[in-house]
């Protein structure tokens, strides 16, 4: 296991951080105590140190557990977790943005997790209702209190994430150092915005759903039913296709195709830190999964699999890529012009 800086920070995180959404049964899924503290052992004696869990997985559970699973060791690891989303049903105040959950929540998360700090508090999704300034000042005054020490983003717009570093800049707070998105062969557009907005923040990216929730193993192809089988993105016969071509590269380097998949996103783009959340519900799936830190794609490979899933970067993006207007904004010298900006 090789260690990266979280985001423009002095922090070290393993370059795959283990996501434990399956530790606890009480949504009909996942894996029980006993096998959850198994996948947890297997990943920290690989090396790994970096966790991530929220509020809202299996009712608290999985919080619970690793707080157990970190006692012996708790400033070995990198414990992340994040608030928003609710935490019961009714009470328009338990669920959301906005300061007061923010600070019930994190307290919540301490008390389960049985720990005084918070390594990375993630904002889980933007709820678009509480303004900006009112998020960050409250993450400011969390991360000021001692009580969290980074902060990171996730499936929220990339131009409030933008307004939110800006901001946090001007006024002497804490900015997001990482981003957490959905990011996969089968979901790339997030590649349009939000990726070299990353990139020009020197933002993390912490993609789930490498492995399309199954898909991308080629399980759905014999006709394998589960709890995301319906999901009609990772159903479609595009979808089928892109599987189908992982099957072949991995059948072609004689390894399995979730490693190709998570393998693809730790590749496909050099200019960012890309840390990918691999989860398990059991020991010996995990095993395989780390196993994609034994090999890389070849070129070959990788534009194979660029090709069978590539999106269309669509209204700016490929007008100012047009030859025509590229001649209009340098002059008739782009090609001539040395830079490093994340667009080609």
Sequence with gaps: MQYKLFGKTGLRVSELCLGTM???????????KEESKRIFDVYAQAGGNFLDTANRYTEG????????????????????????????????????????????????????????FIDVLWV???????????????LDDLIRSGKVLYLGVSDTPAWVVSMSNVMAELRGWTAFAGLQVEYSLLQRTVERDLFPMAQHFGMSVTPWGAIGGGALTGKYLQGASGRLAENSARRSTRSNEIAAKVLEVAARLGVEPAQVAINWTRQQNPGLQVIP??????????????????????AESMEELDAASA????????????????????????????????HK
């Design 277 to 298: 959340l691999v989860g398990a519900r059991t020991a010996t799936q995990l095993e395989s999964t780390l196993a994609s830190l034994n090999f890389t794609l070849d």
């Design 61 to 116: 559970t999985s919080e619970r557990f690793l707080g157990e699973f970190i006692q012996s060791d708790r400033h070995h690891f990198v414990v992340s977790t994040k608030y928003t989303l609710r935490d019961q049903t009714g009470d328009p105040n338990l669920a959301g943005s906005h300061r007061k959950n923010m600070m019930r929540s994190v307290e919540a998360s301490l008390k389960r997790l049985n720990t005084d």
């Design 124 to 138: 889980h999704a933007w709820d678009h209702l509480t303004p900006v300034d009112e998020v960050l000042r409250g």
């Design 311 to 342: 999106v269309p970067k669509g209204f700016p993006h490929e007008f100012l890529a047009g030859d025509g207007v590229r001649e209009l904004v340098y002059g008739g010298k782009y090609q001539q012009i040395q830079h490093n900006l994340p």
């Design 22 to 32: 399956t530790f606890g049964t009480e949504w009909g899924y996942g894996a029980d």
